[in-house]
């Protein structure tokens, strides 16, 4: 009873920032710069959606639009993201190659933090002259080093006897990949889907999209709220907005990423 309270009290403390966001959306301006602060809403109102949706009408581009792009590009790019990593991890789990150091360079990845590829990838976006396109949200997101190690770790546990009597039975290397091994992984790549539409549902392409018609969501929110106080409680609103689509997702897909933190692989 102790552990099941202490893990349910920081449950709770672990809900408050997003519990303070919801609610920040529908505090009136003089709450929101209320000192000291409140946690909770005196006199709730609707005016920061109402202020938000007014603001986005007056946009160059209609608001339908940048909502398009962003779900195109996160469709694309997360489902890009897991093939392509779960194509890269499966011969280096289940084949004895000469290249296997490749995967040490790529655990080695995870040490730098992505700052540093922004000029990187400014260099090759418009060395490959798809600046101001679609392909300059996707392309730098297809190959996540995060997915290579996620998808490795797991293929690595399926039983070598299970792709060994496939082969047998005449199955083809492409059908053991996608009829075996991925319905094997389902927890781990319904775990890369949470975290490859995450990291891009947030992408602005900052550097490398100019043309308003291409630009995202988030890029849309964050030009209104640059207009000063007074568009703080449609920034916020607009928070609330943008941090829904990843909370869907992972409610939808909670069950497998449960069962990847908790369940230790297919074993023999």
Request: proline share 4%; aromatic share 0%.
């Given at each position: 009873m102790f552990i099941f309270l202490f893990l349910a009290a920081f449950g709770a403390f672990m809900a408050l920032p997003l519990v303070y966001a919801v609610v920040n959306a529908f505090k009136p301006l003089n709450e929101i710069f209320l000192f000291p602060p409140r946690f909770f809403v005196q006199h709730p109102t609707l005016g920061n959606f109402f202020m938000l949706f007014k603001l986005t009408a007056n946009l160059w581009v209609p608001f339908s639009r940048y909502i398009f792009n962003s779900l195109f590009i996160c469709v694309i790019t997360t489902a890009g993201s897991v093939i392509i990593c779960s194509l890269a991890a499966y011969p280096l789990a289940k084949y004895n190659l000469s290249f296997k150091w490749l995967f040490s360079i790529v655990v080695m990845t995870l040490l730098f933090n992505g700052t540093v590829l922004d000029i990187p990838n400014f260099i090759i976006i418009s060395k490959l002259n798809i600046m101001n396109t679609y392909w300059a949200y996707v392309l730098p997101n297809?190959?996540?080093p995060l997915g290579v190690f996620l998808m490795k770790q797991f293929m690595t546990q399926i039983p070598d006897s299970l792709i060994e009597a496939a082969r047998i039975d005449g199955a083809s290397q492409y059908t053991i990949f996608w009829r075996i091994v991925m319905p094997s992984v389902k927890p781990a790549w319904l775990t890369l889907v949470i975290f490859s539409f995450q990291a891009i549902w947030n992408q602005q392409g900052i550097g490398v999209i100019f043309d308003e018609e291409l630009k995202t969501?988030?890029?849309?929110?964050?030009?209104?709220?640059?207009?000063?106080?007074?568009?703080?409680?449609?920034?916020?609103?607009g928070s609330l907005f943008l941090m829904t689509p990843p909370i869907v997702i992972f409610l939808l897909t909670q069950k497998s990423v449960i069962e990847t933190m908790v369940h230790s692989g297919i074993k023999e």
């Open positions: 297809l190959a996540v969501m988030p890029a849309a929110i964050n030009q209104i709220v640059q207009g000063g106080i007074a568009r703080t409680g449609a920034a916020m609103a």
